[in-house]
C-alpha cells in the first residue's frame, strides 16, 4: 500500500513537472504606443514555452476600448513564438488587447490621440457652492493640534506624531520638521495615501531634509490612529472601513470622500499656521487614492502651488455618459441592464478629478499613466489630465499597469523638488 502511495506521489510530480510554462508578452507596432485616430495598430505578441519560443499554436485575442465595448474574441495563430493582431480606433482613447492561452495572459495598448479626450460631463453648476459651504462647515471647527515627539528617519529633522481636529475623523499623520528652521523659510509637502487602511508613513518625514529643508506632512487616509500593530489595520480593514470607497455613493453629504477631502484642508491648514512655512510653496504629493486626493486639493484649496499624482484614481466617473471605462473606486454602480445608478452618477460629480482639474488654479501638475492599468485605466486618467489648464506634464508608461514604475516614481520626485527650487527664486 505505501508503494502504491509512493508512486501516485511520483507520477502526480512528473505530470506536474511536464507540465509546460507558458509565458505571453505583447506589444505595439510604435515603441512610444501612440497612434492618431483612424490609424491602424499592428499588436505583436510573443508567446514562449518553457523559455523558448513556442512553434505553433492558437493564441485568444480580444480588442476593446480601454476595456469597454469588447470586440469578438480572435483566434490567432502563433508561428515560430510569435503572433499578431490588427486594430484601430476612430476616436480618441485607448485599445486595449488582453491576449491569453489557458491562463496564460497578457495586455498591451495603444493611445490614440488622448491629448483629445473631452470630460464626460460637465462640471455641475452648484459644484463651487456645495464645496464652500462644506469648507464653511470646517472652518467653524477650532483647528486644535497635538504634536506628540517620534523617531524621525533623518538626521537633523524633529519628528511627531500630529493630529488635528477636524469634522468627523481628525488630520492624522506625521510631521517632519528641520532642527532649528527659521520662520517663513520652508516650503511645504502633504503626503496623501492610496487605497487601504494603515498607518501614516513615518519614512515620508525624510522629506524634510530635501532641498535646504522642508516641512513634510504625511497623513493617513481615514482620519485613524498611527503606529499600531498590524491587526489594528486588518480589523478596521475587515469591519468598519470595509468597502469604504461605497459608503454614501448615492448622496453627495454622505460620500466618503467627502470627509476624506476634507482632511486634505485642514492638513493644509495645520501646514500653512505653521511659523516656518515660507506661504508661498505647497506641494500634495500621492498616487492612486493619493493621486485622487492631489487633484482633489488642487481644485479646493488655492493655497496648493503643485501636485504629483501618480495613476490617479478617481477620474472620469460619469465616463459611461460617454461610452467610456470610469476609474476606481467605481462609486457609480450598474444596474442589471448595465445601466448606471442615476443617484450615484450625480452625486459622483462632486468628487471627480476631472471636476477638480477643471477648477485647480495651482501652478504645475505632474502626472504619470500605466497605458495597461485595468483600475484607473489611462482613458480616465487622460480625461482629468486634460482638464488642468497649468503647465502639465505627464509620464507615460505603455507596458505598466496600476503602479509607478521607477521612471514614473523618478518623474515625480524631480517634479515636487524643481519646483521647490523653482519657487524659491
Known amino acids: 500500500m505505501k508503494a502504491f502511495a509512493t508512486a501516485l506521489f511520483l507520477a502526480a510530480f512528473n505530470l506536474h513537472a511536464q507540465t509546460p510554462i507558458i509565458a505571453l508578452k505583447a506589444a505595439t507596432d510604435?515603441?512610444?504606443?501612440?497612434y492618431k485616430t483612424g490609424e491602424t495598430v499592428t499588436f505583436t505578441i510573443t508567446v514562449t514555452q518553457d523559455d523558448k519560443p513556442m512553434a505553433d499554436g492558437k493564441v485568444t485575442g480580444v480588442l476593446s476600448k480601454d476595456g469597454v465595448q469588447p470586440q469578438p474574441p480572435q483566434t490567432l495563430n502563433v508561428k515560430a513564438g510569435k503572433a499578431t493582431i490588427i486594430g484601430k480606433l476612430d476616436e480618441p482613447g485607448f485599445l486595449l488587447l488582453r491576449a491569453s492561452i489557458g491562463k496564460a495572459s497578457t495586455l498591451a495598448a495603444a493611445g490614440y490621440d488622448p491629448l483629445q479626450l473631452k470630460p464626460s460631463m460637465p462640471v455641475p453648476d452648484d459644484f463651487e457652492a456645495f464645496w464652500a459651504?462644506?469648507?464653511?462647515?470646517?472652518a467653524s471647527v477650532p483647528m486644535k493640534s497635538t504634536l506628540t515627539p517620534v523617531t524621525a528617519a533623518a538626521k537633523n529633522v524633529d519628528a511627531f506624531d500630529v493630529q488635528v481636529e477636524c469634522l468627523g475623523k481628525p488630520v492624522s499623520?506625521?510631521?517632519?520638521?528641520?532642527?532649528?528652521?527659521?520662520?517663513?523659510?520652508?516650503?511645504?509637502?502633504?503626503?496623501?495615501?492610496?487605497?487601504?487602511v494603515r498607518s501614516a508613513n513615518v519614512g515620508s518625514t525624510f522629506w524634510a531634509a530635501n532641498e535646504g529643508g522642508m516641512l513634510s506632512?504625511?497623513?493617513?487616509?481615514?482620519?485613524?490612529p498611527n503606529g499600531k500593530?498590524?491587526?489594528?489595520?486588518?480589523?478596521?480593514?475587515?469591519?468598519?472601513?470595509?468597502?469604504?470607497?461605497?459608503?454614501?455613493?448615492?448622496?453627495?453629504?454622505?460620500?466618503?470622500?467627502?470627509?476624506m477631502f476634507l482632511r486634505l484642508i485642514r492638513a493644509i491648514d495645520f501646514l500653512a499656521a505653521q511659523p516656518e512655512w515660507d506661504g508661498k510653496t505647497l506641494i500634495v504629493y500621492g498616487s492612486s487614492q493619493g493621486?485622487?486626493?492631489?487633484?482633489?486639493?488642487?481644485?479646493?484649496?488655492?493655497?496648493?502651488?503643485?501636485?504629483?499624482?501618480g495613476v490617479p484614481a478617481g477620474c472620469d466617473h460619469t465616463g459611461s455618459q460617454a461610452n467610456r471605462i470610469n476609474g476606481w473606486p467605481k462609486i457609480v454602480p450598474n444596474d442589471a441592464e448595465g445601466k448606471p445608478d442615476a443617484a450615484a452618477l450625480q452625486a459622483s460629480r462632486y468628487f471627480d478629478c476631472v471636476n477638480f482639474a477643471a477648477k485647480a488654479k495651482c501652478q504645475g501638475a505632474a502626472v504619470t499613466v500605466g497605458f495597461i492599468d485595468t483600475t484607473c485605466p489611462p482613458s480616465s486618467v487622460y480625461a482629468a489630465y486634460n482638464a488642468l489648464t497649468m503647465p502639465k506634464a505627464i509620464q507615460t508608461d505603455v507596458l505598466a499597469g496600476h503602479t509607478n514604475t521607477p521612471a514614473a516614481s523618478n518623474f515625480?520626485?524631480?517634479?515636487?523638488?524643481?519646483?521647490?527650487?523653482?519657487?524659491?527664486?
Open 30 to 34: 510604435r515603441p512610444d504606443a501612440f
Open 173 to 196: 499623520g506625521y510631521l517632519g520638521r528641520p532642527k532649528n528652521a527659521k520662520p517663513k523659510s520652508l516650503p511645504a509637502i502633504l503626503h496623501v495615501h492610496g487605497a487601504g
Open 412 to 425: 515625480m520626485q524631480e517634479a515636487a523638488l524643481k519646483h521647490v527650487r523653482e519657487m524659491k527664486k
Open 291 to 309: 493621486g485622487f486626493q492631489a487633484f482633489a486639493a488642487a481644485g479646493l484649496d488655492e493655497r496648493v502651488t503643485f501636485i504629483c499624482a
Open 217 to 224: 506632512l504625511d497623513i493617513n487616509a481615514h482620519g485613524i
Open 229 to 259: 500593530p498590524k491587526e489594528f489595520y486588518d480589523a478596521l480593514s475587515n469591519g468598519e472601513l470595509k468597502g469604504y470607497a461605497q459608503f454614501g455613493n448615492k448622496d453627495r453629504e454622505q460620500c466618503y470622500f467627502k470627509g
Open 133 to 138: 459651504a462644506q469648507k464653511a462647515a470646517l
